[in-house]
């Protein structure tokens, strides 16, 4: 079976986002670039899926060049190849942009399971995958909890987490899920695999290579337009309950939901 | 010419949910403004008599898909059919809830027709008839205000807890139709198995109006009934950091923050939370914020509205007492 995991970059979740004075993005010096928590969840279910059934993890990501060291990650932890599409005319494309990048990188590749993030901890759109699936005309699976493949390789059964509760979805394969939180623990890669991912093969691509209008991408094609970009409204740090056992500090806070804040 | 603004609802086990009345509510604050309808569109199977509570919170009309392979949410059947009605109808704005199911939905349909879709937002207003949207982005640590270019129709999910909900007006009467549409099976690729239900009642935390939250403080699962108890008392649902989470404390689900659930409520009462910055950005929108934690320095303080500085395993159970008092 051969699995493909799309993979993006993003800021570290212990970045303190600041907007840039142009009001439109935010300031990324100093910025350290991780691979979005919920796309390592990702790579490690296909590691797990290939060790079970044999075939190739491949790493896909759209994005500048830094991003090679994410997908190197990736290539040491236990993938086999990387695909990087770097090409300017592809930055600012909106979510459907970006799977249309990708649908046109993989429409030449042989796969049954594509797995994608739930979500960018940055932009928080949680578009891709679905894009992606309806591009490639096959069915989605979000916010993947818990994934078995059946033993013949042709279906998947998968746990989606809903509001009070999960559900448990059967699709055929080829078949594209969104990993959530949960779904295993990302092992680290080791020294060998770091050595080893030197040596996997790693494909550059602009949009040339790829069968694709260069009017459907980037800003061009973007159908979502971002005006502005504000920080939210600062708390302000507020009383701290007085009282000299915690007894007293309890009875003050109750009285302060009651009577002040109104909420009991 | 597109007209109009639809909203999507959606149901559980035959109820509609709260977001489908979020939802109708803000459609029709945005439809007065363009001074034109609102329509609710509601799938399922045997749901019609449904149809008129969405007109009590303001929609003009229900359009009324009804099919027993629509009895439950399946991306396929649900994208198929909204997909063939927006290309019959040609609404201007289809709005969604931002839950699960919203989420799954709108992307799937924005691709679909070729749209922009605006994920997650917790305001909208209307230039020139056309949609700005307000989304918080890095979990909340900065917010995007976003336009549409050359996108109709123009699609949106809110972010459920947010919109206010209109009074329900029980002499509104509303137009009621049956949808046009064709459904293959072949097209349905997934199928849902099985719901597997939490313990039963529990408000999600996406949704609750109340959360008490506990953190590496708790010191361990068997101290989370200290809160609980607080929780039952004053109908909240109990939360938690991540490192109680990733201690195995408490399931994933209940994760607070960035790589968590982003969540609103009216009162959020975190104890031995440090208040970690992805913490902050996933309950930073709360009303009320309490605190309650031992180190008088935690940065959570920084954050509430109400801080107590003392041993949670004092401070909790005295503050049930104190309620108690109260109600
Ligand atoms: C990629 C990534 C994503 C992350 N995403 C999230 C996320 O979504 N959500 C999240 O919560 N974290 C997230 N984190 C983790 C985050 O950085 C913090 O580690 C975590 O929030 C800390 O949890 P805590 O406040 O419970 O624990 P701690 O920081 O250890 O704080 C425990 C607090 O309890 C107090 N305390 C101890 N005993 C008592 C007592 N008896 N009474 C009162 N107070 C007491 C202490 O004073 C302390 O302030 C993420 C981290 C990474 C790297
Ligand atoms: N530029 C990209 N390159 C590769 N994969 C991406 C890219 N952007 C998003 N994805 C995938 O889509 C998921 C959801 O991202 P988003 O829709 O941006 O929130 C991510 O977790 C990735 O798996």
Redesign the pocket.
């Given at each position: 079976m051969n699995f493909l995991?799309?993979?993006?970059q993003v800021p570290d979740t212990e970045t303190q986002i600041k907007v840039a004075p142009d009001g439109m993005s935010i300031v990324t010096d100093n910025i350290k670039w991780v691979m979005?928590p919920?796309?390592e969840y990702?790579v490690e279910e296909a590691l797990r899926l290939k060790e079970k059934f044999g075939g190739d993890v491949t790493i896909?990501?759209?994005?500048p060049k830094r991003?090679t060291e994410s997908i190197r990650t990736a290539l040491a932890m236990g993938a086999d190849k990387g695909i990087l599409?770097d090409d300017p005319s592809v930055t600012g494309?909106d979510?459907l942009g970006?799977a249309r990048?990708?649908a046109a990188v993989i429409k030449d590749l042989d796969y049954d399971i594509i797995?994608?993030?739930?979500?960018?901890v940055?932009?928080?759109?949680?578009?891709?995958?679905s894009?992606?699936a309806e591009l490639l005309d096959i069915p989605q699976i979000s916010i993947v909890l818990k994934l078995e493949v059946s033993e013949d390789g042709s279906s998947v059964k998968a746990h989606r987490e809903v509001e009070g509760g999960t559900l448990v979805i059967e699709a055929s394969l080829p078949a594209l899920i969104?990993?959530q939180k949960g779904l295993n623990e990302p092992r680290y890669a080791s020294l060998p695999g770091i050595m080893k991912a030197k040596k996997k093969p790693f494909d550059v691509k602009t949009l040339a290579d790829l069968d694709l209008d260069a009017s459907e991408v980037g800003e061009s094609g973007a159908k979502i337009k971002i005006m502005q970009i504000t920080p939210p409204k600062e708390r302000e740090a507020g009383k701290i309950v007085e009282g000299e056992t915690p007894q007293e500090k309890a009875a003050n806070l109750a009285r302060l939901l009651h009577e002040e804040a109104k909420l009991i | 010419m597109a007209q109009g603004i639809w909203i999507v609802a959606e149901h559980r086990e035959g109820e509609l949910r709260k977001i489908s009345f979020e939802l109708v509510s803000e459609g029709k604050r945005l439809a007065d403004k363009m001074g034109q309808p609102v329509t609710a569109i509601l799938l399922g199977s045997n749901i019609k008599e449904k149809a008129s509570m969405l007109g009590k919170y303001g929609a003009d009309k229900v359009i009324v898909a009804d099919d027993n392979r629509l009895a439950t949410y399946t991306t396929d059947a649900y994208v198929s059919v909204i997909a063939q009605l927006a290309q019959a109808h040609e609404p201007a704005i289809i709005l969604l809830g931002a839950s699960v199911q919203g989420k799954d939905l709108s992307g799937r349909l924005a691709a679909r027709l070729g749209v922009g879709m605006a994920q997650d937002c917790v305001a909208v207003s209307l230039d020139n008839s056309n949609l700005v949207a307000e989304r918080p982005i890095y979990a909340g640590k900065a917010y995007a205000t976003v336009t549409f270019k050359d996108s109709s129709p123009q699609i949106a999910t809110a972010r459920p807890n947010v919109f206010e909900l209109n009074e329900p007006d029980e002499s509104r009467s509303v137009e009621i139709t049956d949808a046009e549409f064709s459904l293959d099976d072949s097209q349905i690729k997934t199928k849902v198995v099985e719901f597997i239900q939490e313990a039963r009642g529990k408000v999600d935390l996406t949704e609750a109006e109340r959360i008490v939250s506990g953190g590496r403080g708790m010191k361990g699962p068997e101290n989370y009934n200290v809160l609980e108890e607080l929780a039952d008392l004053i109908g909240a649902t109990v939360g938690a950091s991540r490192s109680a989470v990733d201690a195995g404390w408490r399931p994933h689900s209940d994760q607070v923050g960035q790589t968590g659930k982003v969540v609103s409520p009216n009162l959020y009462i975190a104890c031995g939370i440090s208040g970690a910055i992805q913490h902050l950005a996933g309950m930073s929108t709360s009303k009320y914020i309490v605190a309650i934690n031992k180190d008088p320095d935690a940065p959570i303080f920084q954050k509430a509205d109400y801080g107590v500085v003392g041993d949670l395993f004092d401070i909790v159970p005295a503050l049930t007492e104190e309620i108690k008092k109260i109600l």
């Open positions: 995991v799309c993979l993006k979005n919920y796309d990702a896909i990501g759209v994005g991003l599409v494309s979510s970006t990048v990708l797995l994608c993030g739930k979500q960018g940055d932009d928080d759109y949680g578009l891709v995958g894009g992606l969104t990993a | -």
